[in-house]
């Protein structure tokens, strides 16, 4: 029994013993492929050329040697191998062996178990796309807080460079392996300026005819003196000279060709309190290239789907008859027949605004992105539904701009990304302003206008509009963020982000910055392969 006792004791103390120092060796071993994980990232991220250079061994060996110091947990010593994977010198491959001692094994012949890792990392090297939604309204003039030293447009246009130099690396390494890396912006408030994109694909998609707008005319008539003073009219040798406000049809052809069009004989000129109405003074316009949407639906703010009729929402949709084609936006002509000068010199003037021309999908220089952010000037009110159609639109495979947008481009795939910027919830005003869909109180286009509805009603249309939008801007690969600047977000902003970590809020300049970066970051993330 007592040989019995020694030789169970023996063999559970070998068990034992094994146990122990397995059980350490895993340990070690855990801890060495987490060194070599970390390595590999930090050596990936150094990279800046197509090759694994002295730069990077010493950034991955000083990441492997900080989370795994030479000796940890009685390790041998062992110099990590750092070097290029085989046909991809876009990849960093770290490999490590060593030996872990033993307590009690030693005493059965085996007094070092061996570990090795592997690990790469390389960049998941696919074209990439990113639509820069921005809300260019009247409130980013002022400041987000009041310690930031810049306005917020000002913080907007440094974000967007800190989120192109984050990207910068991945732009050169995307080049240098035969692919891209651009960007669409698209400016928005009250419309969108997309009208010089929309030509050059064909201005056929350009309506060229007789559109009507809220507006007025001269008339001279034999209405009595005191009923001429009502209408703010010149009395003179028993007539009236008065404008008279309604909505009228205008020929757009010129205007949309670009010709300088001189409206003083469509609307007249002059002011009031007694300057006599004319149309003799010359009053001569162009196009700046912002649009009225093409036929819509009154679809009310329950609808769970675009209907088939509201082709200002079917985003790729190519027009085909006059009702799917864009019209000319033209504040110069639009007059309502109740405002009284709120945002104008100019007598029923209602609020209008026509922000910077929406840039199309372009690899771009830094200087030339600094060169355009600069014209970007805030004004108007806020729609979000016009920045995410048009945002969703502008890299799409399909509609007018397909042909520019390929779902691969030289055999590889195409990541597409929405970044929607704003500084306010809606701010639709139903009957003071001229937007990209009339003024909605008179041309009852997205509600029935008039005492029928009102601006509460309009929101809610609006804001399901532009949820139906985020859906399909979704559905379409997007991946889209959402940022509210100085601003909180509502259910509609919130749920608009592809998940809960991409919609978010910055408080000031440097917080916009921060977050533009942290999302440049996610663009060009590293993944390990292994």
């Not at 003196?225 to 040798?237: E, F």
């Not at 001189?262 to 002059?270: E, I, M, N, S």
């Not at 509210?484 to 509502?490: E, V």
């Not at 910055?513 to 942290?518: D, G, H, N, P, Q």
């Amino acid at each position: 029994m007592t040989f019995l006792t020694a030789i169970f004791t023996i063999v559970l103390l070998a068990v034992v013993g094994s146990a122990v120092d397995l059980g350490r060796a895993h340990a070690t071993r855990t801890r060495l492929q987490h060194a070599c994980d970390a390595a590999s990232l930090a050596g990936r991220r150094a990279m800046t050329t197509s090759s694994v250079d002295d730069t990077v061994r010493a950034e991955a060996l000083k990441f492997f040697n900080f989370n795994f110091p030479q000796g940890a947990f009685g390790t041998s010593t062992f110099t990590p191998s750092v070097s290029s994977l085989s046909g991809s010198t876009q990849t960093v491959v770290i490999s490590a062996a060593t030996t872990s001692p033993t307590l009690m094994m030693k005493f059965f012949g085996f007094s070092a178990i061996p570990l090795s890792v592997t690990c790469n990392a390389k960049q998941d090297f696919v074209n990439t796309d990113i639509v820069l939604v921005l809300d260019t309204t009247g409130s980013m003039a002022a400041k987000a807080s009041s310690r930031d030293t810049s306005t917020k447009i000002v913080a907007l246009r440094a974000a967007v460079l800190a989120l192109y130099d984050q990207l910068a690396t991945v732009q050169t390494n995307l080049e240098a392996a035969g692919m891209r890396l651009r960007y669409g912006i698209v400016p928005y408030a009250s419309t969108v300026n997309v009208g010089a994109a929309i030509k050059a694909v064909s201005p056929n998609y350009m309506y060229q005819g007789q559109w009507a707008y809220q507006s007025r005319q001269v008339v001279t008539d034999n209405t009595g003196y005191y009923a001429c003073l009502d209408q703010y009219g010149t009395y003179n040798n028993n007539k009236c000279t008065y404008f008279k406000y309604s909505a009228r049809s205008f020929d757009t052809t010129n205007f949309v060709s670009g010709a300088n069009v001189d409206v003083a004989p469509l609307v007249g000129t002059g002011t009031y309190y007694g300057l006599t109405p004319t149309t003799q003074v010359s009053n001569k316009t162009s196009w700046k290239g912002c649009i009225e949407e093409r036929q819509t639906t009154q679809m009310p703010a329950s609808s769970t789907s675009i209907p088939t009729g509201a082709y200002d929402l079917d985003i790729d949709l190519i027009p085909a008859t006059d009702a799917q084609k864009w019209k000319p936006y033209w504040p110069e002509v639009e007059y309502t027949s109740y405002q009284d000068r709120i945002y104008s010199s100019d007598y029923m003037k209602p609020q209008y605004a026509c922000p910077t021309a929406a840039a199309p999908m372009k690899a771009w220089t830094r200087a030339n992105l600094s060169d355009y952010l600069d014209t970007l000037d805030p004004d108007g009110g806020t729609y979000h539904d016009f920045g995410m159609m048009w945002g969703a639109r502008w890299a799409s495979a399909n509609g007018i701009f397909g042909s520019a947008n390929p779902a691969t481009y030289n055999s590889m795939p195409v990541k597409k990304y929405i970044i929607f910027m704003t500084d306010g919830l809606f701010d639709t005003g139903y009957s003071t302003l001229y937007s990209g869909y009339g003024v909605e109180q008179l041309d009852a286009r997205v509600t029935p206008g008039g005492s029928s509805s009102n601006e509460a009603d309009q929101l809610a249309r609006h804001k399901q509009r532009f949820n139906l939008l985020c859906s399909k801007a979704k559905t379409m690969g997007y991946s889209v963020w959402v940022i509210g600047f100085a601003t909180t977000l509502d259910a509609s902003l919130t749920n608009c982000a592809s998940n809960a970590s991409q919609a978010s809020t910055s408080a000031n300049s440097a917080a916009l910055l921060a977050k533009f970066v942290e999302i440049g970051k996610n663009i060009g993330a590293l993944r390990l392969t292994q």
